[in-house]
């Protein structure tokens, strides 16, 4: 099992078509989600009418939802106006299109047989998600996750990496000779963590590439290594200091882990109902059916002379 420890136009009305090409884009998840949730006549007040109809704040919070993206770069103020101005032209718009029958043509058909089709996969999926990330499942999953990792041991290291044998071997004398390393790399490596002093932190075994690993894992803690070739130049490798890695708190993972559990029994349930189907390809190939293999009888054996033994 794979551990889940270790992913604007402020301020202006939002065009019409931009907005409907994000709910088209967006997953129809929220929108059934929300609409499952009861709502207060008091707590959801009527904010516009258009020709009568009313659009509501349960309306706008559904929205806005469906157009998280679209939104991210707003204050809340403005997110609102330009959401109820968004639903304003969608229901103008919408009752001109059934005024012109639009809902007749067989594109706005097809259309809405797929978002239909898609509305009832996400509500379906959220319910199998929700109901599989119960307080004992998550433990189960933190508590497998942590023995793979708990015990392993991580170095603390810091490493100064040039193009040559020469440079590196310049840059060991240097050190030997009472050279700060965390300067000298600043000064002398050509890695993106120079300007950390070559900081690499705590690292496993297995994230580094095996020669700079074997070094780094058999030096002492204040020793510095000799030149140390890789497929990324030299480098000149310091351990800081060696742990026993520990897994996380639960609280501290418990989001990537819900996330984990949501997603493994979705893919779990849709393999399923896969395998349960029965699925045509008609624009590829079928498999050839395995034959099946021949029943042969078992036939006694002829008697065999007995064998002598060999002196």
Same mark, same amino acid.
């Given at each position: 099992?794979?551990?889940?420890?270790?992913?604007?136009?402020?301020?202006?009305?939002?065009?019409?078509?931009?907005?409907?090409?994000?709910?088209?884009?967006?997953?129809?998840?929220?929108?059934?989600?929300?609409?499952?949730?009861?709502?207060?006549?008091?707590?959801?007040?009527?904010?516009?009418?258009?020709?009568?109809?009313?659009?509501?704040?349960?309306?706008?919070?559904?929205?806005?939802?469906?157009?998280?993206?679209?939104?991210?770069?707003?204050?809340?103020?403005?997110?609102?106006?330009?959401?109820?101005?968004?639903?304003?032209?969608?229901?103008?718009?919408?009752?001109?299109?059934?005024?012109?029958?639009?809902?007749?043509?067989?594109?706005?058909?097809?259309?809405?047989?797929?978002?239909?089709?898609?509305?009832?996969?996400?509500?379906?999926?959220?319910?199998?998600?929700?109901?599989?990330?119960?307080?004992?499942?998550?433990?189960?999953?933190?508590?497998?996750?942590?023995?793979?990792?708990?015990?392993?041991? !991580?170095?603390?290291?810091?490493?100064?990496?040039?193009?040559?044998?020469? !440079?590196?071997?310049?840059?060991?004398?240097?050190?030997?000779?009472?050279?700060?390393?965390?300067?000298?790399?600043?000064?002398?490596?050509?890695?993106?963590?120079?300007?950390?002093?070559?900081?690499?932190?705590?690292?496993?075994?297995?994230?580094?590439?095996?020669?700079?690993?074997?070094?780094?894992?058999?030096?002492?803690?204040?020793?510095?290594?000799?030149?140390?070739?890789?497929?990324?130049?030299?480098?000149?490798?310091?351990?800081?200091?060696?742990?026993?890695?520990?897994?996380?708190?639960?609280?501290?993972?418990?989001?990537?882990?819900?996330?984990?559990?949501?997603?493994?029994?979705?893919?779990?349930?849709?393999?399923?109902?896969?395998?349960?189907?029965?699925?045509?390809?008609?624009?590829?190939?079928?498999?050839?059916?395995?034959?099946?293999?021949?029943?042969?009888?078992?036939?006694?054996?002829?008697?065999?002379?007995?064998?002598?033994?060999?002196?």
């Amino acid at each position: 099992m794979t551990s889940p420890f270790p992913e604007t136009k402020t301020g202006l009305r939002f065009g019409l078509a931009t907005l409907k090409a994000s709910l088209v884009v967006t997953g129809c998840l929220a929108a059934v989600l929300a609409a499952g949730l009861p709502v207060r006549a008091e707590d959801n007040p009527v904010l516009a009418k258009v020709n009568g109809v009313e659009i509501r704040q349960s309306d706008v919070a559904l929205a806005e939802e469906e157009l998280g993206p679209s939104l991210a770069q707003m204050d809340p103020a403005t997110k609102k106006d330009n959401v109820l101005a968004f639903l304003i032209d969608m229901k103008i718009v919408s009752k001109a299109a059934e005024d012109k029958k639009l809902e007749n043509s067989d594109d706005f058909k097809k259309r809405l047989a797929f978002a239909r089709s898609r509305l009832l996969m996400d509500s379906l999926l959220a319910t199998e998600g929700k109901s599989a990330t119960t307080d004992d499942a998550m433990k189960k999953v933190y508590e497998e996750a942590s023995k793979q990792i708990t015990g392993e041991q !991580e170095v603390h290291a810091r490493h100064i990496l040039v193009e040559s044998e020469d !440079e590196a071997k310049a840059v060991k004398a240097d050190l030997d000779k009472g050279a700060d390393f965390a300067e000298l790399a600043k000064k002398k490596s050509k890695d993106p963590g120079a300007s950390d002093g070559g900081d690499l932190g705590f690292f496993t075994k297995d994230q580094m590439v095996p020669e700079f690993s074997a070094v780094a894992f058999a030096l002492e803690p204040g020793k510095i290594s000799d030149p140390v070739k890789s497929q990324f130049g030299w480098h000149i490798i310091k351990v800081e200091e060696k742990r026993t890695r520990q897994a996380p708190a639960f609280d501290q993972v418990k989001g990537q882990i819900e996330t984990y559990v949501t997603r493994k029994a979705q893919a779990d349930y849709v393999a399923k109902l896969r395998e349960a189907a029965k699925v045509e390809r008609m624009d590829k190939p079928a498999e050839p059916a395995a034959k099946p293999e021949a029943k042969t009888e078992a036939k006694p054996e002829a008697a065999k002379p007995a064998e002598t033994k060999k002196k």
